[in-house]
């Protein structure tokens, strides 16, 4: 028994990501989140745009001519930051911000941060936003990393890939790195809310712990509950936009965990409430946001 509940507390936290956040501290592979290329967008351009005009004479006209050259250009940079979208319900294309939380996780209270780590891709070359997410109740929890990518099917955020190492007692567990066959839609456009009404998901993700391979299956609804108002920690009264999302999923047979996922986020903040019910009625997480900075709520 003492053997299997650490496992069962790494596929809780694991369950709970998926159906969620994703997990994972992984080397930042952006320097400032500023732009996806790893070049510095110098093209490799043969042409200079040296205009090879006949003309000798030592005009000091600003040469406005229209340039008709058919150059192909040879680099290979795609300048991705212009298809990932923006959410004034979570703001992750400002950088630099921080957000820090209360938690319980099983009935046991800490803490937990989350930070935007500029973007990135995935590992099947999907852009994506780099979001770091780390919570800690009495040395059980995990750190890690969610990848948040755009209008993947609809419009709106998409969890496209998470990876995560989990910690239990304070003993590091496995840590492992999943990617669904079908990306989960997290967050309607801006344009949607309210008025998104429901939406269902089902995907597919193999799961490798460590070295151990597992399937993860996932399934769920999504349900904009209602825009409802939230008192930030300093008494201001903002509306939030409230969403419960009712998920299902099975880890290979070996662990299962279904309930419902009530998140409330708030423009220029993001994500400032969640709490995580399970079937039985029993409350598996709970996170309430009690300071940030580089985000201005309103």
């Known amino acids: 028994m003492s053997r299997l509940l650490p496992l069962s507390a790494l596929f809780g936290a694991a369950a709970l990501l998926s159906a969620c956040t994703g997990s994972y501290k992984q080397t930042d592979n952006t320097s400032d989140g500023s732009d996806l290329d790893s070049a510095s967008d110098a093209d490799t351009d043969a042409d200079s745009d040296a205009d090879s005009d006949a003309d000798s004479d030592t005009d000091t006209d600003t040469d406005t001519d229209a340039d008709t050259d058919t150059d192909t250009d040879t680099d290979t940079d795609t300048d991705t930051d212009a298809d990932l979208c923006i959410s004034a319900w979570e703001p992750l294309d400002v950088s630099g911000w921080t957000r820090n939380y209360d938690i319980t996780l099983q009935g046991t209270a800490g803490t937990g941060v989350q930070e935007v780590w500029g973007t990135t891709y995935t590992t099947n070359g999907t852009p994506a936003y780099n979001l770091y997410d780390e919570v ?64 269902t998901y089902s995907y597919t993700a193999s799961l490798s712990f460590s070295g151990m391979p597992v399937t993860i299956t996932a399934s769920g609804a999504y349900t904009e509950a209602a825009i409802e108002t939230w008192t930030a920690p300093d008494g201001t009264p903002y509306d939030s936009y409230h969403l419960s999302n009712a998920y299902s999923e099975d880890f290979g047979g070996m662990y299962q965990l279904s309930g419902v996922l009530d998140q409330y986020y708030v423009k220029g903040l993001g ?28």
């Open 136 to 199: 800690d109740a009495g040395g059980t929890g995990w750190s890690g990393n969610s990848y948040i990518g755009c209008d993947l099917g609809s419009t709106g955020m998409y969890m496209a890939e998470w990876t995560m190492s989990g910690n239990y007692g304070g003993t590091a567990l496995a840590s492992g790195t999943a990617t669904p066959d079908v990306p989960r839609r997290i967050l309607p456009s801006d344009a949607e809310i309210p008025g998104a009404g429901t939406w």
């Open 271 to 298: 994500l400032v409430k969640e709490v995580n019910t399970q079937t039985d009625g029993t409350v598996f997480m709970t996170r309430d946001i009690t300071t940030w900075s580089g985000l201005s709520p309103y």
